[in-house]
């Protein structure tokens, strides 16, 4: 079920969506992630966890670009995800994307997938 589409900052800079399949609530953003788009991402994460969804899998095969406030998202919503027994699962990361997270140190806090199918797998 497609629950939303929260929209975008400018005309396509980011585009998320999000939706519940099963125990996962799974987030799809589009385009760029950055200080001026990162409020796109955060509302459905905080939506979710706010109503007791912990597994949050990010769907980062449309991402295009993450700089350190998007970092930022996902770290923060990886601490509420883990603190109420969840966590965060990072699938399909672009190279450009997996770079940030690779430079950062960031990959070995997450739990990182190669598709979609493999993190819901897991």
Known sequence: MDRQTVGHARPARLRVEARTLGVSEIVKPMGELDHHTADLLRTPLHDALG??????????SGLDFCDSTGLNVLLGARLKAEAAGGGVHLSGMRPAVARVFEITGAEAVFTVHDSLEAALAD
């Open 51 to 60: 109503e007791g969804r912990s597994r949050l899998v990010v769907d980062c």
